[in-house]
């Protein structure tokens, strides 16, 4: 039988970008000291958060200008840039800004519901405490809604056939991902709490290139 596959290629196209990264430099036990010692006022309940939860998401969502937030903050920049500059980003012709920073704090039992994040080209989750079992974050292709048929078995799992990705939580790790992407998390099922710092990323063209072409 004649190998009808032999001189053909198989394109993978439109693929999603997630960064899954370690941040060694920061210190966890005092990041996680600096939230829970955050003026109540600055905390509320978060209306994604299903279950016990506070946040400090549409009160005090400026951490990045906090000083005791500032390492974070530097490290996060460094795998921002790292991060767009793989996808293609030209950085020579706009400055990427963190705009808004803000700390969950979920108890057992509590999960994030599906979401996106508007008016952002790129946001993440940093763990700064994340028990065994406290709840992957889990990606929805964005693909998916569009498929009007599929196949009904698939033989192996392929970046064909993924229909969600999951990523575990461990304190130091940060993820990165378009704004645009849907995500969830799991039920926190560890009898601990949760504490992720999340935040939002713009792009700001520089003056001299507003007139120029973009991409698209």
């Not at 279950?51 to 998401?57: A, E, F, K, P």
């Not at 795998?79 to 108890?107: K, V």
């Not at 994040?117 to 998916?144: K, M, Q, T, W």
């Not at 033989?155 to 461990?170: E, G, L, N």
């Amino acid at each position: 039988m004649t190998d009808t596959t032999a001189t053909a290629e198989l394109l993978s196209l439109f693929p999603t970008g997630i960064l899954v990264a370690s941040i060694p430099e920061v210190d966890n036990a005092a990041l996680a000291r600096a939230i829970r010692s955050l003026p109540p006022a600055s905390t509320q309940a978060h209306g994604l958060i299903s279950g016990d939860g506070v946040s400090t998401y549409g009160t005090g969502h400026n951490l990045h200008k906090r000083p005791e937030f500032k390492t974070l903050v530097d490290a996060l920049g460094l795998r921002l840039t790292g991060f767009a500059r793989e996808l293609g980003a030209d950085l020579d012709r706009m400055n990427l800004l963190m705009s808004d920073c803000w700390s969950n704090i979920q108890q057992p039992g509590s999960h994030v519901v599906q979401h996106r994040h508007p008016n952002s080209i790129i946001s993440g989750a940093y763990y700064v405490e994340a028990p065994v079992n406290c709840g992957r974050i889990v990606f929805e292709s964005p693909l998916d809604s569009h498929r009007m048929t599929d196949f009904p078995y698939y033989a192996r799992q392929t970046a064909f056939a993924m229909k969600r990705y999951a990523v575990d939580p461990v304190p130091g790790r940060v993820v990165l991902f378009p704004s645009w992407l849907s995500h969830r998390t799991e039920v926190n099922q560890s009898n601990a709490e949760r504490i992720v710092v999340s935040f939002n990323v713009s792009a700001h063209i520089t003056s001299a290139d507003r007139e120029r072409p973009r991409a698209g």
